[in-house]
């Protein structure tokens, strides 16, 4: 109590706070002007808003009154007071900071601060959530207050019609789902006719529960794909063959890093078996391939833990917070191997067609903010990414919650057991408990324990997501028992059911720790909302996965160090070795992420450089003005290869240059005494220039140029998919490159741009090719010399 006490008179007198506090206070003294204000006085005066907001961004006068505004008209509206803590939480987004503010302080009602602000601007604010159930609630809670502003509102979910889409986009504020967003601007980036796409510039974002979307999903890219038929006999056959192999005799797993390896002995058998003499020959990539993620799929992915099967498809489980991530899939192969693996249809697998991180798509808007309860463990990493510092905003009122200590268990067994216990003595007397678990597999493990002690209880987890948000609100109603997998149900409050504060509050039990910290405080904060009181305890045995995987040698040592009681120690060192061990984990993973960053900002150079090329041609550039470009290029490379510098004339390579350009030998042949290479080169692209004036002296020029656009953008696309899978592959061997004592990014850099070249070249054959193959369909012979 006394350390709270001190960390709350510190957080009072921080500097951040401080300058909030006043700023507060300047809000308060212009909303108290406008009590006496009828509703059409206050709208006439957002118009106004609105007008200076657009030519004075920084107008701090400007601000106070948008703020002050906008916390009359929740009030008027919804019958909501603002907290000062909201207005400080609110005012703090607008200056690129973070706002972080406990679970249950009302962080969806704060968003509209910042929001109006920013809609006032006029480029458009994205609210970014993590479902599109959290999207579509706050959009139809938050609408009447934007409405009565005069701030028009829309929604952006999938399955929408390009017409609702560029609706959706044109509103001052659109709500949506974090995926979705990227998803359109990759769409966007496709298209085929500027009519096609549906976003403006990225300008605001203000993302809801920031740290799941920055740092949790930061793992999964998003990926727009196509669909190619898998080859289902070869994943059956690898799969049977890898359910034969043992590990440490036929293959190797680092848990740690999550990766497997075969053995000697395991290659072996491998090329016996498949009847290949070297199974690193370049013939055999596939198989080895195959079989690599056919491997990892045994090995590493887990059932009810990574993935769940249901109505014969394999969803992928969100690690983070228990959900299937809907529309997703895994690459390269791996979903096909978990299928195979699990006996149920094969998917199609993906063609990638575009790729970005979700870290390098909030980093290409112009402004972005966010709000979550826990993120400070995370701060070095969000201002490293995005420039972004955090502001720990304090509650509206004292936090009443009870964290127990740590209580710690020599087998998951005796966890069990004793975390039924609990559950039944505080059941007994109506006081709601909420079970956090870390997968599906150890929900269901604890969900028939409680069966068996015929305790009632809801289960939440991935196979249950659409009745998340009803479970969640009533795991506070007296003598309620919720089992809910990581933060599952996330942005629905727990409101504590009549009597049920007398009795402590929402106890929170957590079944073992997680990888990060903050997903326990997470957890934690499930509990003693808005000065409720409550409670939580972790329970953790040895042989949890999370100590098995990163800590078994030392928690070895640890069992032969303590006491062990069979109803659980509580050991503060066993406390401060745990959270030693996540520190661990944590830094692991923010270096994985910063890597898979740094390696998409080198894609990224590359996706932008396309997407412009792209952009200007489908626009409507002129297609000829490019295609004589690559046609001019591709000679100046033929020249390179087969024409010396200085070449007298007797050195040229006519006949090779004449393959090449598939023209007749006679028709160089006759060019050949040119005085030197530049007028050589320059003979051959006037001769591709005619032929152009050719292709283009149509009576219907505007049918040719539209026929030329969708040539050219096919064979660009299908480069830049060729290249993506390219990048793909280089990426999964880059790490490699450290024991040949070599950067990895330096090399991937360097590599990857190499291959940027090659598929540029490959564009230029392609235009060439189609070039020529034209002239020769037309039947336009030039001189009767094209062959």
Same mark, same amino acid.
């Given at each position: 109590?006394?350390?709270?006490?001190?960390?709350?008179?510190?957080?009072?007198?921080?500097?951040?706070?401080?300058?909030?506090?006043?700023?507060?206070?300047?809000?308060?003294?212009?909303?108290?002007?406008?009590?006496?204000?009828?509703?059409?006085?206050?709208?006439?005066?957002?118009?106004?808003?609105?007008?200076?907001?657009?030519?004075?961004?920084?107008?701090?006068?400007?601000?106070?009154?948008?703020?002050?505004?906008?916390?009359?008209?929740?009030?008027?509206?919804?019958?909501?007071?603002?907290?000062?803590?909201?207005?400080?939480?609110?005012?703090?987004?607008?200056?690129?900071?973070?706002?972080?503010?406990?679970?249950?302080?009302?962080?969806?009602?704060?968003?509209?601060?910042?929001?109006?602000?920013?809609?006032?601007?006029?480029?458009?604010?994205?609210?970014?959530?993590?479902?599109?159930?959290?999207?579509?609630?706050?959009?139809?809670?938050?609408?009447?207050?934007?409405?009565?502003?005069?701030?028009?509102?829309?929604?952006?979910?999938?399955?929408?019609?390009?017409?609702?889409?560029?609706?959706?986009?044109?509103?001052?504020?659109?709500?949506?789902?974090?995926?979705?967003?990227?998803?359109?601007?990759?769409?966007?980036?496709?298209?085929?006719?500027?009519?096609?796409?549906?976003?403006?510039?990225?300008?605001?974002?203000?993302?809801?529960?920031?740290?799941?979307?920055?740092?949790?999903?930061?793992?999964?890219?998003?990926?727009?794909?196509?669909?190619?038929?898998?080859?289902?006999?070869?994943?059956?056959?690898?799969?049977?063959?890898?359910?034969?192999?043992?590990?440490?005799?036929?293959?190797?797993?680092?848990?740690?890093?999550?990766?497997?390896?075969?053995?000697?002995?395991? /290659?072996? +058998?491998?090329?016996? #078996?498949?009847? !290949? @003499?070297?199974?690193?020959?370049?013939?055999? &990539?596939?198989?080895?391939? %195959?079989?690599?993620?056919?491997?990892?799929?045994?090995?590493?992915?887990?059932?009810?833990?990574?993935?769940?099967?249901?109505?014969?498809?394999?969803?992928?489980?969100?690690?983070?917070?228990?959900?299937?991530?809907?529309?997703?899939?895994?690459?390269?192969?791996?979903?096909?191997?978990?299928?195979?693996?699990?006996?149920?249809?094969?998917?199609?697998?993906?063609?990638?067609?575009?790729?970005?991180?979700?870290?390098?798509?909030?980093?290409?808007?112009?402004?972005?903010?966010?709000?979550?309860?826990?993120?400070?463990?995370?701060?070095?990493?969000?201002?490293?990414?995005?420039?972004?510092?955090?502001?720990? /905003?304090? +509650?509206?009122?004292? #936090?009443?919650? !009870? @964290?127990?200590?740590?209580?710690?268990?020599? &087998?998951?067994?005796?966890? %069990?057991?004793?975390?039924?216990?609990?559950?039944?003595?505080?059941?007994?007397?109506?006081?709601?408990?909420?079970?956090?678990?870390?997968?599906?597999?150890?929900?269901?493990?604890?969900?028939?324990?409680?069966?068996?002690?015929?305790?009632?209880?809801?289960?939440?987890?991935?196979?249950?997501?659409?009745?998340?948000?009803?479970?969640?609100?009533?795991?506070?109603?007296?003598?309620?028992?919720?089992?809910?997998?990581?933060?599952?149900?996330?942005?629905?409050?727990?409101?504590?059911?009549?009597?049920?504060?007398?009795?402590?509050?929402?106890?929170?039990?957590?079944?073992?720790?997680?990888?990060?910290?903050? /997903?326990?405080?997470?957890?934690?904060?499930?509990?003693?909302?808005?000065?409720?009181?409550?409670?939580?305890?972790?329970?953790?045995?040895?042989?949890?996965?999370?100590?098995?995987?990163?800590?078994?040698?030392?928690?070895?040592?640890?069992?032969?160090?303590?006491?062990?009681?069979?109803?659980?120690?509580?050991?503060?060192?066993?406390?401060?070795?745990?959270?030693?061990?996540?520190?661990?984990?944590?830094?692991?993973?923010?270096?994985?992420?910063?890597?898979?960053?740094?390696?998409?900002?080198?894609?990224?150079?590359?996706?932008?450089?396309?997407?412009?090329?792209?952009?200007?041609?489908?626009?409507?550039?002129?297609?000829?003005?490019?295609?004589?470009?690559?046609?001019?290029?591709?000679?100046?490379?033929?020249?390179?290869?087969?024409?010396?510098?200085?070449?007298?004339?007797?050195?040229?390579?006519?006949?090779?240059?004449?393959?090449?350009?598939?023209?007749?030998?006679?028709?160089?042949?006759?060019?050949?005494?040119?005085?030197?290479?530049?007028?050589?080169?320059?003979?051959?692209?006037?001769?591709?220039?005619?032929?152009?004036?050719?292709?283009?002296?149509?009576?219907?020029?505007?049918?040719?140029?539209?026929?030329?656009?969708?040539?050219?953008?096919?064979?660009?696309?299908?480069?830049?998919?060729?290249?993506?899978?390219?990048?793909?592959?280089?990426?999964?061997?880059?790490?490699?490159?450290?024991?040949?004592?070599?950067?990895?990014?330096?090399?991937?850099?360097?590599?990857?741009?190499?291959?940027?070249?090659?598929?540029?070249?490959?564009?230029?054959?392609?235009?060439?090719?189609?070039?020529?193959?034209?002239?020769?369909?037309?039947?336009?012979?030039?001189?009767?010399?094209?062959?």
């Amino acid at each position: 109590m006394l350390s709270r006490l001190t960390k709350r008179i510190f957080d009072r007198q921080s500097a951040p706070l401080r300058k909030l506090r006043r700023i507060v206070h300047h809000i308060d003294r212009h909303y108290r002007q406008l009590s006496g204000y009828s509703d059409d006085q206050l709208q006439s005066l957002s118009q106004q808003l609105r007008l200076l907001a657009g030519k004075d961004r920084d107008s701090p006068h400007a601000k106070f009154q948008a703020f002050a505004l906008a916390k009359e008209a929740v009030r008027r509206i919804s019958g909501k007071t603002l907290h000062d803590v909201q207005l400080m939480g609110g005012w703090a987004m607008t200056e690129r900071n973070i706002a972080e503010m406990a679970t249950g302080e009302g962080k969806t009602v704060t968003s509209i601060l910042p929001i109006y602000w920013f809609a006032l601007q006029g480029d458009g604010v994205h609210l970014i959530t993590a479902n599109e159930y959290l999207a579509a609630r706050d959009y139809a809670e938050m609408k009447p207050i934007f409405d009565f502003l005069g701030i028009s509102v829309g929604i952006n979910l999938a399955g929408m019609s390009i017409k609702a889409k560029q609706a959706a986009y044109q509103k001052d504020v659109t709500y949506g789902v974090c995926s979705e967003f990227g998803f359109d601007y990759l769409r966007d980036h496709l298209a085929r006719e500027p009519e096609e796409r549906v976003q403006r510039t990225l300008a605001y974002a203000l993302i809801d529960e920031i740290d799941s979307i920055l740092i949790d999903e930061a793992r999964t890219p998003l990926i727009i794909a196509g669909k190619t038929k898998a080859s289902p006999d070869l994943y059956y056959v690898c799969a049977r063959f890898v359910d034969r192999l043992q590990e440490n005799r036929d293959y190797e797993v680092d848990r740690e890093l999550n990766q497997v390896t075969f053995t000697d002995r395991g /290659i072996q +058998t491998i090329e016996t #078996v498949f009847m !290949i @003499d070297n199974l690193y020959d370049l013939e055999n &990539t596939n198989v080895y391939h %195959y079989l690599l993620q056919s491997l990892r799929a045994k090995a590493l992915m887990k059932r009810d833990v990574d993935y769940i099967v249901k109505d014969g498809k394999v969803g992928i489980i969100d690690a983070f917070t228990g959900r299937i991530l809907q529309g997703r899939q895994y690459n390269d192969g791996l979903q096909q191997a978990i299928e195979a693996k699990e006996d149920v249809p094969l998917s199609p697998e993906n063609v990638t067609h575009a790729v970005i991180t979700i870290q390098k798509f909030f980093g290409l808007y112009t402004y972005l903010t966010g709000m979550t309860g826990t993120i400070r463990n995370e701060a070095e990493e969000i201002r490293h990414l995005f420039g972004l510092d955090i502001v720990a /905003i304090p +509650t509206h009122k004292p #936090v009443q919650r !009870i @964290d127990e200590e740590d209580v710690f268990f020599r &087998t998951r067994e005796e966890k %069990y057991r004793e975390i039924m216990r609990e559950v039944k003595k505080r059941h007994s007397i109506g006081q709601p408990v909420l079970i956090g678990t870390t997968s599906i597999e150890q929900s269901e493990e604890i969900a028939s324990r409680l069966q068996a002690f015929g305790l009632p209880y809801q289960l939440l987890n991935a196979k249950e997501e659409e009745k998340e948000a009803a479970i969640i609100a009533a795991a506070g109603w007296k003598g309620a028992i919720t089992i809910a997998t990581n933060m599952a149900g996330r942005g629905t409050d727990i409101v504590l059911g009549p009597g049920v504060a007398e009795l402590g509050g929402l106890h929170v039990i957590g079944t073992e720790r997680h990888e990060s910290r903050r /997903i326990d405080n997470q957890l934690r904060g499930r509990s003693g909302r808005q000065g409720d009181p409550g409670s939580s305890c972790f329970y953790i045995s040895m042989e949890d996965e999370l100590i098995e995987r990163f800590a078994s040698e030392e928690a070895a040592q640890w069992r032969g160090k303590i006491q062990w009681k069979e109803r659980g120690t509580r050991e503060p060192a066993l406390t401060r070795w745990i959270e030693r061990v996540q520190k661990r984990i944590e830094q692991q993973n923010y270096e994985i992420r910063t890597f898979v960053y740094v390696l998409d900002s080198i894609m990224h150079e590359q996706r932008a450089s396309f997407y412009e090329h792209r952009r200007d041609v489908v626009d409507g550039q002129d297609i000829k003005y490019f295609l004589r470009g690559h046609l001019v290029r591709y000679v100046q490379r033929w020249m390179e290869t087969h024409a010396p510098r200085e070449p007298s004339p007797d050195e040229r390579d006519i006949s090779a240059l004449s393959r090449v350009a598939g023209l007749r030998p006679n028709f160089l042949a006759a060019e050949e005494k040119a005085a030197n290479r530049l007028e050589f080169a320059q003979i051959i692209t006037s001769y591709f220039d005619a032929r152009l004036e050719d292709l283009f002296s149509l009576e219907n020029r505007s049918q040719c140029c539209q026929k030329w656009r969708c040539a050219y953008l096919q064979i660009l696309d299908k480069a830049w998919m060729r290249h993506l899978e390219q990048l793909e592959l280089l990426k999964l061997g880059i790490q490699f490159r450290k024991y040949g004592k070599q950067d990895p990014v330096q090399a991937f850099k360097e590599d990857a741009w190499k291959l940027y070249g090659q598929m540029e070249e490959t564009v230029r054959k392609k235009i060439y090719d189609a070039v020529l193959k034209e002239r020769i369909r037309e039947g336009r012979q030039v001189d009767g010399k094209v062959g």
